[in-house]
């Protein structure tokens, strides 16, 4: 498996008109940080599975009160970015919060549906 392209992937958001970012920006930076930092390190590794808790990912990221938008990050769109699917999800009941979390499974052979960004 190739691994992904890093210094593409690694381009940033775009500023909204007001000079913020928008939500979805939040959430593609927590799943580039996730896939940067953790999911193609372990690939490298050959492991087969992760476990990611939203309170690592929020901790490490230095967030302030944004564990929905980890949580949301975590359990959507990953595959866009490196070849894995999600094969458990575990956490409290309204699936936000530090002790959220995702293990994802590699696919082997497959690119996935990654898009360039």
Do not use: W
Request: glycine letters at 8%; proline letters at 6%.
């Amino acid at each position: 498996m190739a691994p992904i392209n890093l210094e593409e992937f690694e381009k940033g958001r775009q500023p909204e008109e007001n000079g913020g970012f928008s939500k979805m920006g939040l959430h593609e930076d927590i799943r580039k940080y996730v896939v940067k930092n953790i999911l193609e390190p372990a690939r490298v590794r050959g492991e087969k599975r992760v476990v990611i808790r939203a309170g690592d990912v929020h901790s490490a990221m230095r967030l302030s009160d944004r564990h929905p938008a980890v949580c949301t990050a975590l359990r959507t769109k990953m595959d866009r970015h490196i070849p894995v699917k999600i094969i458990k999800i575990e956490g409290p009941p309204s699936e936000q919060g530090a002790n959220f979390y995702v293990t994802y499974e590699f696919i082997e052979g497959t690119l996935g549906d990654q898009e360039d960004i």
